[in-house]
């Protein structure tokens, strides 16, 4: 198995193995169980991210769409289509593409609706329209947080409505996604999988307090870190 590993990857695996095991053959096995390890923890990664991805896409999408209909603006909940206002300024990137267009329409679907294009947009590109730490209170996205998002908030969720905390969690969680998806090596980022797996149970919290507590319980994360083959430090 670890020789059908790119040097690199295998190199990674053999050299944290090293430091738990001496003779040859328990390198060799340890780094074996380690890759196959990582895989569990990416597995589990995932399917915990994209608990949260669809959770926070289907809670903006919400809040933007009864912003765009309410007075003054008036307009249509079809956002993404016909943004209004701090909408418009989000949605269309420096180059004029709106966002709609960079939705992943699936094959077959001719006349796309609202919800394809809601369902076609990246987790990244979900975490893109949250505002960024250091944006101030006229910035677009700040505004659309403050009007939007932040009265459709749990206070259930710890800190939920900081928005600091609740987008530096919500790229904490895709980050890792993004890095288990790939199947980049996990097994040095104990610590950091742990933190996200309290992200997501603030996020989730945040916009629906059953979920989030549905969500601790499941414990996936936790439960495959108990089974590293290696001390947790």
Same mark, same amino acid.
């Given at each position: 198995m !670890?020789?059908a590993?790119?040097?690199p990857r295998?190199?990674t695996?053999?050299?944290?193995a090293?430091?738990?095991?001496d @003779?040859?053959?328990e390198?060799?096995i340890?780094a074996a169980?380690?890759? *196959?390890?990582n895989?569990?923890?990416a597995a @589990?990664?995932?399917r915990s991210?994209?608990e949260v991805?669809?959770?926070l896409?289907n809670f903006?999408?919400?809040? =933007?769409? &009864?912003?765009n209909?309410s007075?003054?603006?008036?307009g249509s909940?079809?956002?993404?289509?016909y943004?209004?206002?701090?909408l $418009?300024? *989000?949605?269309? +990137?420096?180059?004029?593409i $709106?966002l709609?267009?960079?939705s992943e *329409?699936?094959?077959?679907i001719e006349?796309?609706t609202?919800?394809?294009?809601?369902?076609g947009l990246? =987790?990244?590109q979900?975490?893109?329209l949250?505002?960024?730490?250091?944006a101030?209170?006229r910035?677009?996205?700040?505004v659309l947080? +403050?009007d $939007?998002?932040k009265?459709n908030l749990?206070?259930?969720? &710890?800190?939920?409505?900081?928005?600091?905390? =609740?987008?530096?969690?919500a790229l904490?969680?895709?980050e890792?996604?993004n890095? @288990?998806?790939?199947?980049?090596?996990?097994v040095?980022?104990?610590?950091?999988i742990?933190n996200v797996?309290?992200?997501? *149970?603030?996020l !989730?919290? $945040?916009?629906?307090p059953?979920?989030?507590d549905? =969500?601790? +319980? &499941?414990?996936?994360i936790?439960?495959v870190?108990?089974?590293s083959?290696?001390?947790?430090?």
């Open positions: !670890l020789e590993l790119p040097e295998k190199k695996y053999l050299h944290l090293a430091q738990y095991a @003779a040859e053959t390198v060799l340890l169980r380690l890759y *196959i390890w895989g569990d923890v @589990a990664v995932d991210a994209c991805e669809i959770q896409r903006m999408d919400r809040g =933007f769409s &009864q912003w209909t007075p003054p603006r008036c909940p079809e956002w993404l289509l943004p209004m206002g701090r $418009a300024d *989000i949605t269309t +990137n420096k180059d004029g $709106a709609a267009s960079m *329409i699936q094959p077959g006349t796309p609202h919800d394809d294009y809601v369902a990246t =987790f990244g979900w975490v893109h949250l505002p960024k730490p250091h101030g209170e910035n677009a996205r700040v947080w +403050n $939007a998002l009265p749990s206070p259930y969720g &710890q800190n939920s409505t900081n928005r600091r905390r =609740f987008q530096g969690q904490a969680v895709k890792l996604r890095r @288990a998806t790939h199947r980049r090596p996990l040095k980022d104990q610590n950091r742990q797996h309290r992200d997501c *149970i603030e !989730l919290r $945040a916009i629906n059953e979920l989030g549905w =969500f601790k +319980n &499941q414990k996936w936790p439960n870190l108990a089974t083959p290696i001390p947790r430090k």
